[in-house]
């Protein structure tokens, strides 16, 4: 059965849909369309599930600390009552009462609460253990290897493309990508499905204590 590989972008989440070799792009409009997507035994999506009510979440804290200079490129997730508000200001006074000592989500992080909002009310209780988050760099970094650039480099688009060239056919998929797909965002989605099939066989690697969250969400990254 296919797997499922997700990234955010601006007009939705870019899919990547895997069957052994073969890997198609799709361009979906919301989370609804995301889960919505037939026969797929395991979807992975870059985005925050288990969310911590008061502070930092362990599973970030390992990412970063296994992906070293490029461990910015996991954002501090925010707490989960940022998630009643669009309001930066109010998020950041949500955040800065929850947690001890007091801290803000940057404005990177806070841009992706509604993305995490949705999600979170798409998984519903108790959430499908089907839907796993997910690190694109961890993949590339830690799993696929041969990855030593920043994403949006010639060379590390190049070094991307090299890493799973050797596991999916991603030319062809990049080619018949819908338009305006993102190069960056068609990578990571493609990243994702590759620790989406890693997860279906058993062989995936995760970060995390083993907590969970308020609505059962575990509190891990895998690839």
């Given at each position: 059965m ?5 990234d ?5 989440w ?5 069957d ?12 609804a369309a ?5 026969d797929?035994s395991?979807?992975?999506v870059?985005?925050p599930?288990g969310l911590?009510?008061d ?24 707490v ?5 508000t ?7 006074a ?16 806070f841009?992706l ?34 990855v ?5 480099t010639?060379r590390g688009t ?15 998929a ?14 990571d ?19 995390g ?8 969400r575990p509190m891990?990254?895998?690839?």
């Open positions: 296919a797997v499922l590989g997700v955010g972008w601006r007009l939705g870019v899919g990547a849909l895997l052994g070799r073969s890997v198609r792009l799709l361009a979906l409009p919301d989370v995301v889960l919505a997507v037939p797929v395991v979807v992975a870059d985005m599930i911590s009510d502070g930092v979440r362990a599973c970030d804290v390992a990412a970063r600390g296994l992906l070293g200079g490029a461990g910015s490129s996991v954002f501090p997730t925010p989960r009552g940022v998630l009643a669009d309001d930066y200001a109010q998020a950041r949500i955040s800065r009462a929850a947690t001890d000592p007091p801290r803000a989500p940057s404005a990177q992080a841009a609460v509604r993305s995490i909002r949705a999600l979170d009310d798409a998984l519903g209780t108790p959430p499908s253990d089907r839907v796993v988050e997910v690190h694109p760099e961890l993949a590339f970094r830690r799993g696929l290897g041969g030593a650039d920043r994403k949006g010639a190049v070094q991307r493309l090299q890493a799973l060239r050797a596991v999916m056919d991603v030319e062809a990049l080619a018949g990508a819908p338009t305006g797909v993102p190069v960056i965002d068609a990578l989605a493609c990243a994702a499905a590759w620790s989406a099939q890693r997860l279906a066989d058993g062989t995936a690697e995760c970060v204590d083993g907590s969970r969250d308020a609505r059962d891990r990254i895998c690839w």
